[in-house]
């Protein structure tokens, strides 16, 4: 079965960075693209970016735009969010998502906490 696991949250400085992983299973993963999203607190569950199959065409939300990098190793069912100059406000769980002939699969999430 498919099955995607985050990891990599944690708590970090304002303007730290954080890498987080999902591995995934269950599927051919070079088929396929891959997005992370984030839930904050009382708030939409929001798309951060997106890698096609091969991993060359990336999609970010302008809120991240220069400062997360989303990259995928097909090799090792993997896709990564490199998190730089992070805020306040990316404080949220995040979560990896693929969509297969139709329907969606989440991991269980992964929480970031930035705070001083």
């Known amino acids: 079965q498919v099955q995607l696991v985050e990891s990599g949250g944690g708590l970090v400085q304002p303007g730290g960075s954080l890498r987080l992983s999902c591995a995934a299973s269950g599927f051919t993963f070079s088929n396929y693209a891959m997005h992370w999203y984030r839930q904050a607190p009382g708030k939409e569950r929001d798309l951060v970016a997106g890698?096609?199959?091969?991993?060359?065409?990336?999609n970010y939300a302008d809120s991240v735009k220069g400062r997360f990098t989303i990259s995928r190793n097909n090799a090792r069912n993997t896709v990564y969010l490199q998190m730089n100059s992070l805020k306040p406000e990316d404080t949220a769980v995040y979560y990896c998502?693929?969509?297969?002939?139709?329907?969606?699969?989440w991991g269980q999430g992964t929480q970031v906490t930035v705070s001083s």
């Open positions: 998502k693929t969509t297969i002939w139709g329907r969606e699969y």
């Open positions: 890698i096609r199959s091969a991993g060359v065409n990336t």
